[in-house]
């Protein structure tokens, strides 16, 4: 194989130049990138590469946002539950929270804009019930508005003097609101507006590397008129300032996703696609203008779950994100624009300041980018770099992280590296990202020759399959749909709460996408709502509902909507294949839990209906779903109890412990498959695409273009004419497999390593 | 100890006088019944010994009752879910049952009392939509009432040719629902009437043990005319025609819990509290003329579940059950009235045709009943039997039966009557049967002369007790409050299906019923409809929650109550304390999923709520929880999932698989405390003891009266000046105690035995 270049950025710092140099020769790197804690000398900046610029729209300015506090972004938060005990409650509403990182808002009116509910009943009570202490709100004579801007100009004297302005809580002050004619024993809580004083990802970074005095980055709302101009007039100053930048890396845009800190300085709330950060009196104020009606603080506040993606969302949370979203949309065009005109590319990291941003929302193609580039944890997170519409070329950034706590003595980073490039190496068989990358201190990774040579093959590796994937259709043995509450909006990023982290309640669902995204199949993702108004689409084999009751992902109360469950029986029936997982479509309703029991061939007993007998408790043996291998490999991860099959129809695949955990049905001519749960691995891989093909009964695609070993996987691309036979696993393997024409042959694989074949 | 005598029941038959008579003196028995399958000889009636004869008031007078075969029993039956796959559907509404013990009725126009609905909306259709083929219902001039005595006079007449009433479906007839205008893809049940054609007990035992052509008992309804005054007229004649009956015992009175059987002749729906059987357009009638509202079928259906106990009852059901049970009552007390009038007394069996005469319910004293007996399988039957008011006495019949399963060559029937007799003793302590009493085949048990020496041994010993115990006041450490949606009613029978059968979805709450029944505890059971109206009464120290979501047990949307929550809290600040087992006060509502998470101090993860951090996960290893046994003992059966702390101040005493399961929290001056799951055994009962001390700060009782050894419990009889420490285990145990001034002594005790102590 000869030495290939491109396709591949490293970061670089300071007084790092000669072996900068030579990596970039080494990995054939085409462009070197700063970061949060690099910057690049000017001899660096000249190399002849592409240069990203990591570049901060909406903090980073103190100089400015302190002449402008009251141009703070801002939260809704919740205070904590207070029971009252007697008729008189008073509430510590900033108790919990991290004081360096919110303030409450005491420019605009509490009574307009705050709202105490009693969650015994979910009653408001009214403002003129409660009081507050310390109350700074000015009653000014005109407007609020008018009474903010006096506020903050008067206020800004003092911030001299004090280090807060007056109408922000000093230290030592306690926020209290406090009730006079509570009901004894009913809980309360306050949602309060609350000025963000730290930008979180800094704050996460300062906070975890003990930046000790450094002043915290205030972030500014450009949707006020002083950000706004700043935000546009300060990207001129710098595109100016840096003639040798080829691509500003903006990290990111405006609104940082949910996460606020307690009063220990640990993180307290996150939410990786929280909106919880974009609310402002002006946002509020300009939706009810738009929208005809006025949001309340609980239409944000949602009890205290703030819309997490598990919810499913309410019609005015929906019309606040598309409100969102329009603005971020049309206000980052604009900076897009100047970076445009400036000569440069645009880039947006994915994450962080990206809310508004999603890359497959209605709006995002309207900004412009020229690309995206985002962190790679595994095959799912690098389908959702990979898949995003509407930008020129995308960029994954592979781990480990050039940091201390991987490259330190004793430690050798190869194995992680290999992990997460095996694992979304599948993923870049079906849809290849255009680039790869990583980060952090190339001065560290240079101490580790190594994993130098080891990256060095990944990048060689990684440019050979974009050359030959790239482009083409690989072979798609059917189309899946996954189906829940958001659809295309969270494409690949369903059960996800903080960005690809693991939670006991996800993994059991998320490793469906997982699986997905390295198999040879077409995946889209799809809401109820679209289904509802445009039908299954016609080249849909497959569809998943999977997840916990009630949560966006199973759907909750919208399988009482007939034409959704008419339509998946129509579905099914002419021929399509339903797969559920954990609880799908389950809503108690009409004497059923899973809407689609029917289909199925399976129920949930929720105690109601013990009383019915249940007869069917074998599980076959043989079958179309189990011949790969051994039973006893079965792994449902959290799993679920109480599964009982409907009749002896049902193809009951596994059993045990009074449940139901892996079954099949027919249903006219298509099939409802039930899984009780399934976690990512090499086994639950091979479960699925049996399941997916029975279901549509296309079992025979089992012999084409398919491997035997579960280890390894075989991807095809019949327009360019070759086919590769993939090792996932760390060990060496042999294999048989099918070609497209159902011959079976069979190879032998080193750990990680990959045949490649003419397709005759 | 010297030879005692009486409280003893053994079964006789016939042929078997010499045995029968050395056994009763051998045993002390005072009494011999017959039963099912066995009869009396005229010289085994006249022992000197009183005389039980089993009595049928409602099935086995079949030359009456063909002659009144409108008159029999009837059902409101569900069909099967049929989904339509165009607009002509047809539902096969008889597949599925057993067509030997139920039969569609078409004497009562259809169109008024069958109900098709559309299970995927809700939405009844129209009668005017469908027909039904065949259609047996004959349209007469006047009111259906009269159609009906007109069929059945005609059709009493084709009995005698074809078997069968012509207005009953023929062998071979499919009955069919046909409607033309079908929604495609709903789903379709049809709710009709039915009659029964088989008692259901008698149709349980025919075959079960092949009764060949032995006719089947038809079940009557004395809510029709004939058979009204047939049932009275037959006891009176029967009454006469039994001079050496001493008591009659009812088995039982009119109408049978639900249990259906299938097409194959297997059970397809057992309801031990079932009032499927006590339906008939005649009550129907009454009950819109007593109450000026029609029931829908749908009011008893209940969407399939028909109202099972785990089902919170709708207000249209407690109306239906107070009706039903106040007709019982009434007609019930008729035929004891006639069993007093003719010097006998009337005992009840507790369960078969039980239904209306529920021993905690509000008619059932008005009865006049002399005795209940009933079947018991542990502690928490025997209380069941014990605790009933308005009864002189009451009689507890034990395991095992005197039939062939058990007692056959081979086998030793000892061990099973041992634990039995242990697990019921333990409640026997607390509150005693009066008598007890075997059932089955005497001459079976004779032949086992080791079995013959044990029930001696328990014969005498309970004797021995029952003088010690009965009718003096139990050393009590505090009073317990079980709370859920059937309070009193359903007293010892919470989370009950088929009469103390196990469930995987009860067992984990049902010990708790059984650990307290040998408590040193008092306990009452509360329906929440009571708590609203009366408060907490003020002598109750605990109240425990405990069930899954949404089940009557838990008590679903109830918690959306806001007195119900308040009161609680009131309760527990004010120093009560709360338990709750599995799902206590759950359901979703206003940010929390048990609604008195604040008092347990824990919540379970819905999936909401993932975003917000959860910090504490450290259990205490030292608690006065954990005093007794290794952590490893704790067993929470089914256990829970996603529990977690809401503060720090939650003491978590158990927590694995990224959930608490054990947990106990400060609130006000009581406390609350939270248990995933209580199974019976000897852990979980001193754990229990020891949270229900906890939660009302009586901690210093666990050295009042107490045993250390777990397999062992104390009993104190302050009036009497006695204590007892027992030995519940198979096995000899040593174990220290404390008596009631904290002075600690210590016994050994061989295998179930028991130390009598005088208090000094």
New interface residues.
């Given amino acids: 194989m000869k030495k290939t270049s491109g396709r591949l950025t490293l970061p670089s710092e300071n007084n790092f130049l000669k072996e900068t140099e030579e990596l970039i020769a080494r990995l054939g790197a085409d462009a070197i990138r700063d970061s949060d804690g690099t910057k690049l000398d000017e001899e660096t900046l000249s190399l002849p590469v592409k240069v990203y610029s990591t570049y901060f729209v909406a903090r980073g300015h103190n100089e400015f946002a302190k002449e402008h506090m009251e141009e703070c972004q801002q939260f809704y938060l919740m205070s904590k ?1 207070v ?1 009252a ?1 007697s008729h008189h409650l008073e509430i510590p509403y900033m108790d919990g929270f991290f004081r360096k990182q919110v303030t409450p808002d005491f420019l605009h009116d509490p009574k307009k804009w705050w709202e105490l ?1 009693d ?4 009653e408001v009570i009214s403002p003129e019930r409660w009081r507050l202490s310390p109350d700074k709100f000015v009653k000014s004579s005109g407007e609020k508005a008018e009474a903010s801007k006096e506020n903050s100009k008067s206020s800004t004297e003092e911030t001299k003097e004090t280090g807060l302005p007056s109408y922000f809580l000093q230290d030592g002050e306690t926020a209290l609101l406090i009730l006079e004619d509570a ?5 309360y ?1 306050l949602s309060f507006l609350a000025f963000a004083l730290w930008d979180p990802t800094e704050m996460y970074n300062h906070i975890t590397n003990n930046w000790g005095d450094k002043p915290a980055d205030i972030p500014f709302d450009i949707r006020k008129p002083y950000s706004n101009r700043f935000a546009k007039e300060e990207l001129k100053r710098w595109l100016e300032a840096h003639p040798k930048t080829d691509v500003v890396r903006f990290t990111t845009f405006f609104y940082h996703f ?1 996460l606020q800190f ?1 009063h220990e300085e ?6 990786w696609f ?1 909106y919880g950060g974009t609310v402002s009196v002006e946002a509020l104020e300009a939706f009810e203008k738009e929208y005809g009606y006025r949001l309340r603080p609980e239409d944000l506040v949602d ?4 819309h ?1 993606t ?2 499913t969302p309410t019609k005015a949370y929906l019309d606040y994100m598309d409100f969102i979203a329009r603005f971020v949309a049309k206000e980052a065009k604009e900076l897009v624009d100047l970076v445009h005109a400036a000569g440069k590319e645009a880039m947006m990291f994915l994450g962080d300041n990206w809310i508004g941003t999603e890359p497959y929302g209605k709006y995002f193609k309207e900004i412009g980018l020229d690309s995206v580039v985002g962190s790679v944890g595994g095959g799912a997170t690098l389908r959702l770099i990979a898949d995003i519409p509407g930008v020129r070329y995308t960029e994954g950034r592979f781990l480990p992280y050039f940091f201390p706590d991987t490259f330190y003595e004793g430690n050798d980073p190869v194995p992680e590296a290999m992990e997460n490039w095996v694992s979304a190496r599948r993923a870049i068989m079906r849809k290849p990202v255009d680039r790869i990358g990583y980060g952090g201190y190339l001065s560290l990774a240079y101490k580790f020759p190594k994993f130098i040579d080891y990256i060095a093959e990944v990048a060689e590796e990684f440019r050979d399959l974009y050359e030959k994937v790239q482009g083409t259709k690989p072979y798609a043995k059917l189309k899946v749909g996954i189906v829940n509450a958001w659809g295309k909006l969270r494409s690949w990023q369903a059960y996800m ?1 903080a960005h690809a982290l693991y ?4 993994y059991s669902y998320f490793g469906i996408l997982e699986a997905l995204s390295g198999m040879d199949t077409d995946v889209e993702f799809y809401s109820f709502d679209e289904l509802l108004e445009k039908g299954v689409p016609k080249d849909v084999d497959v569809l998943i509902n999977a ?2 009751a ?2 966006s992902w199973s759907g909750g109360e919208i399988w009482k909507e ?1 034409k959704l ?3 998946l ?2 579905f099914v ?1 002419n021929g399509g294949g339903l797969i559920g997982v954990g609880e799908p479509s389950a809503c ?5 839990y899973f809407q689609l029991a ?1 289909i199925f061939g399976v129920d949930k ?9 249940k ?1 069917f408790k074998t599980a076959k043996t043989e079958h179309f779903l189990l011949e790969d291998f051994p039973a006893e490999n079965l792994n449902f991860g ?1 799993s679920q ?2 599964i009982y099959a409907l009749e002896k129809e049902t193809e009951i695949l596994e059993y045990s412990d ?1 449940s139901v955990h892996l079954s099949a049905h027919d249903y ?1 001519k298509g099939r409802g498959i039930y899984i009780a749960g399934l976690p990512y691995n090499m086994e639950n891989t091979r479960l699925l695409l049996r399941a997916l093909l029975y279901s549509a009964h296309k079992e025979k695609e089992i012999r084409k273009w398919q491997c035997t070993n579960l280890a390894c996987e075989l991807h095809a691309y019949p327009e360019k004419g070759i086919y590769a036979v993939v090792n996932n696993s760390k060990e060496k393997q042999s294999t048989d497999f099918y070609d497209g024409k159902g011959r079976k042959h069979s190879a032998e694989l080193l750990p990680g390593a990959m045949h490649w074949y003419t397709i005759d």
Same sequence: chains 1, 2.
């Fill in positions: 539950r029971t005990f509910i969650r015994t009943t979910g009901t004894p024993f009913h809980e809580t949910t307690n640990k993180e307290k709330f996150v939410d929280g009890e205290g779950y703030f997490s598990f919810r709460v939670y006991q309640k996800a997840g916990d009630m949560t007939e469950q008419s339509l029986r129509a029936y108690s309703f009409q004497g059923k029917d007993e929720m105690g109601f209906s013990l009383s019915t007998d007869y959290e109890k109480s009074g006219g």
